[in-house]
């Protein structure tokens, strides 16, 4: 690869590409701080409470009487600005790809608290307002988005499109949205409360980068001096084509799974932090990791060129790993064979156990501790 590259002081780590958790996180916890002062208008006003447990989750949750209510709202980040450079090199728009990794992040944040998706929207920020003179990504856009509201049995219920001059750079945009579901028959929102060492870790397997990591993608693509998001990848994909495969929507595996009862005890949707998310359940139990999925080719070519290694890389990309299901280890073998037989790639990746908050991914000999995952 030294041929193709643009020489590059050190290793490009997440951090050194604008994205640090460390400045992000804080934030996060004020406003979830915050929240809580609100959090009595629900029974004040409207007869419903909140469920408290789900501050820090990825999915807001509030009892409403007869069922449970689950809110999320989530945005796609930078993955559109490949789509848009990729598209200069090979003509295809990508943005029905684009759409679904916005949904995406949406409803496997949702679905991740066992509720089902019931609505989406999605809110478009542009620059200018000529953006939509592009019709042919406009189309695609709305059209993919509609599919994946398709694939997760869910209704888009509208959105917002402002143009926002002075605050996007003219030419771009930016995507993200927010959907709403509910936990009914019965069911109690998953939230860790149950999960206990001697639980399996099942992970599913991820499409490929989903869309964390666009922005150090791209810094990568920068230094490919010669071919860019045409470099071809082991597997004969060109980067860019890899880059721009769809984020899995797991809502389906989520239905599957409690239409069979199993017993979820947590689940995890591997996205920002990266594996780090492993540990994101409450409890103070330790999670080993005892087979990690095969990362992607565009994995190791952002690995390689970035020269960032595997603690880096594991701590804030998914690496293969889409969405992770704690559930007892009698369980584990009929969970994966259910996921296997509707077209997920399933394994059986660890176990809970006693022990001090931390993940361990012991193929690699990697730990993260619990002050490396504060999200609430």
């Known amino acids: 690869m030294g041929e193709m590259m643009a020489e590059i002081p050190g290793p490009m780590t997440y951090e050194a590409s ?88 949406i409803l496997n944040d949702l679905t991740v608290v066992g509720a089902r998706p019931e609505v989406v929207t999605m809110h478009l920020s542009v620059g200018e307002s000529s953006w939509f003179h592009d019709t042919q990504r406009a189309e695609d856009l709305a059209r993919g988005f509609a599919r994946a509201c398709d694939l997760a049995m869910a209704t888009w219920g509208g959105g917002e499109t402002p143009t926002l001059r002075g605050i996007i750079v003219p030419g771009a945009s930016e995507l993200s949205g927010s959907a709403f579901g509910s936990i009914r028959n019965g069911r109690e929102p998953i939230l860790g409360k149950d999960i206990a060492p001697g639980d399996a870790i099942v992970v599913i397997k991820s499409s490929g980068m989903h869309a964390n990591g666009a922005t150090l993608a791209r810094d990568v693509a920068n230094v490919l001096d010669v071919s860019g998001y045409k470099t071809k990848l082991s ?23 409690q239409q069979a009862g199993l017993d979820i005890h947590y689940m995890s949707n591997i996205t920002g932090h990266g594996w780090r998310k492993i540990m994101r359940a409450t409890k103070p139990l330790s ?41 007892p280890a009698n369980q584990a073998l009929d969970c994966i064979q259910l996921l296997n037989d509707i077209g997920f790639e399933a394994i059986y990746a660890g176990e809970v156990a006693e022990g001090d908050k931390a993940v361990h991914l012991e193929p690699l000999g990697i730990t993260y501790h619990e002050n490396e995952l504060e999200v609430r």
């Open 18 to 105: 604008g994205v640090n958790y460390g400045d992000l996180d804080p934030f996060k916890r004020a406003a979830q701080e915050q929240g809580r002062t609100t959090a009595g208008h629900l029974a004040a006003y409207h007869g419903m409470r909140e469920v408290p447990e789900s501050r820090g989750e990825s999915a807001y949750v509030w009892d409403r009487g007869d069922e449970y209510g689950a809110m999320v709202t989530e945005g796609l980040g930078t993955k559109n600005l490949i789509a848009d450079a990729y598209r200069e090199e090979v003509g295809p728009t990508y943005y029905d790809a684009i759409a679904q990794d916005t949904a995406a992040m």
């Open 235 to 257: 597997d004969g994909r060109e980067f860019g084509a890899a880059l721009l495969t769809p984020t899995t929507i797991y809502a389906p595996a989520v239905e599957t799974m």
């Open 287 to 327: 999670y080993h990791i005892e087979e990690l999925p095969i990362p992607q080719d565009e994995f190791r070519l952002i690995q390689e060129i970035s020269g960032n290694d595997d603690k880096e890389m594991y701590g804030n990309l998914n690496m293969g790993g889409g969405y992770a299901i704690y559930l």
